[in-house]
């Protein structure tokens, strides 16, 4: 939830800069050349920056999952070790105790 609402925070406050800087510009990138206003500059980078850190998160987040799961796996599997374990304890005769004969 505090990450949403930081997001939110940052967003407003990428927008409200953004609307504040609306001067015509010149961007120029190798041998291209383009005058656009500098909200959309600044939009456009905000944008690109956010998709290139999600796309570099990709990595950990698919090994986490992979992670995860396999955790899930080995617990199920040691829960159901653990229930046979339990179900032989219950069974074996060493476990019954010996009638008192008085």
Do not use: C, D, H
Request: proline share 2%; aromatic share 6%; no cysteine.
């Amino acid at each position: 939830m505090a990450y949403l609402f930081l997001s939110l925070i940052l967003a407003l406050l990428t927008a409200a800069f953004a609307l504040q800087n609306t001067e015509t510009v010149t961007v120029r990138l190798l041998l291209w050349e383009y005058q656009t206003s500098l909200v959309l500059v600044i939009l456009g980078s905000t944008i690109s920056g956010a998709l290139l850190s999600f796309l570099a998160s990709l990595g950990r987040r698919w090994k986490r999952s992979r992670t995860i799961r396999s955790l899930e796996s080995t617990v199920e599997s040691q829960g159901m070790r653990i229930r046979e374990l339990e179900a032989r304890l219950t069974r074996s005769p060493e476990n019954s105790e010996p009638s008192s004969s008085t």
